[in-house]
């Protein structure tokens, strides 16, 4: 008898144990926002990609309860398919870069998917803009901050040339581009500057119309090769202040500067100073960084999203909503005080609208735009 009962306590025992290891028993998963984010440059670029992500992490750290997955697709071709094949194991994607326009169909198609995407509005696959419910949008004056960069690099040049280097001729690009002309040719016009712009033929872009802009582009955002490449031309030419705009690629063209003298590039998107150090003469190259907030508003939208009160719409940041600008941070930069007074006097210029740089769809020309002749 006491044999059959020790027996019958260990088959109760065997049994609880096993009921324990029960797939149905398993650990909770987390049960806040699934987020996905998907580059061809990675979160890791120190630029654009790497921006959006900030902001993602930046709301986890007051969500824990969410999860992020970084997806990265250096091929163009295959970003859209990419984003095809993974919406459905996320809440939300992020989705940064002009690349991801034709999206307007796949959400239509996923209506409980929310979709952030930066750079660009939602397109259907017919190439109209539209706006949807569980689609956020956000683009930016991105000519603003090319104007302002055009302006420092015109009042600190020492050789009288420079140039402005981008990854794709994506308007966001394009806008850089225009933007930065624009601002030399106001400082050529109203503050006594005689600068060149220098542009590579064998790099010059076409925007997304066909149409040719000119400039430095080096076709993708993910080649540090080339970008070292354009960046040695450029500086064999004369150029000494480069802005660039180009996601990693732009990190070649930092290589190039950090292995010449006396050369500096204004970074783009956001600040870049930390990674302008480690030349070879201790200098760091960065001479200032020209912003578009993203990971800001890139909270801001999944912060609306887990409260239930967010609002699919197309939006247009600039100056006027603290959107774009540059880094005047004590330690942060190595502009001149006289080129800060100046900036200083000329931003509200830009924030109410009497100076409007030009932009790739805006009509306007770099030397031809409002403000420019008053």
């Known amino acids: 008898m006491r044999k059959l009962i020790l027996s019958i306590i260990l088959l109760i025992a065997i049994l609880g144990v096993t009921s324990c290891s029960r797939p149905g028993r398993q650990a909770a998963q987390p049960t806040g926002l699934r987020v996905g984010i998907v580059t061809s440059s990675g979160v890791d670029d120190g630029s654009f990609g790497q921006d ?170 993910a080649d540090e090769v080339t970008g070292k490449v354009v960046g040695n031309a450029l500086i064999n030419a004369g150029v000494d202040i480069m802005l660039v705009a180009a996601g990693a690629s732009g990190n070649g063209v930092f290589t190039a500067a950090k292995e010449a003298t006396g050369i500096f590039v204004i970074g783009c998107d956001v600040d870049q100073f930390d990674d302008g150090a480690g030349a070879m003469d201790g200098r760091n190259v960065i001479l200032t960084s020209v912003l578009k907030i993203m990971n800001t508003n890139v909270t801001r939208q999944l912060t609306a999203i887990a409260n239930g009160t967010f609002v699919g719409r197309n939006e247009l940041l600039s100056a006027s909503t603290d959107s774009t600008g540059f880094v005047s941070a004590p330690g942060r930069h190595q502009m001149s005080e006289s080129t800060l007074a100046r900036l200083a006097e000329i931003y509200p210029l830009v924030n109410s609208g009497v100076i409007v740089p030009a932009a790739n769809f805006n009509g306007h020309t770099p030397d031809n735009f409002p403000g420019l002749r008053m």
């Open 52 to 221: 959006c992500y900030i902001g993602i992490r930046n709301f986890i750290s007051t969500h824990p309860d969410a999860q992020v997955t970084a997806i990265t697709e250096p091929d163009m071709s295959r970003l859209m398919p990419a984003v095809s094949s993974v919406i459905a194991n996320f809440d939300v994607l992020v989705l940064p870069g002009f690349q991801f326009a034709r999206i307007g169909n796949l959400a239509q198609e996923n209506p409980d998917r929310k979709i952030i995407l930066v750079d660009v509005s939602p397109q259907d696959d017919d190439g109209t803009t539209v706006e949807l419910d569980n689609v956020y949008s956000m683009t930016f004056q991105e000519e603003e901050s090319g104007f302002f960069a055009g302006i420092i690099a015109a009042l600190e040049t020492r050789t009288n040339r420079v140039a402005v280097v981008n990854g794709m001729a994506f308007p966001s690009n394009v806008n850089y581009q225009f933007g930065f002309m624009s601002g030399v040719n106001y400082a050529n016009t109203h503050l006594g500057t005689t600068v060149e712009i220098v542009e590579l033929p064998p790099y010059a872009g076409r925007d997304v119309r066909g149409v040719a802009v000119g400039g430095n582009y080096m076709g993708g955002f």
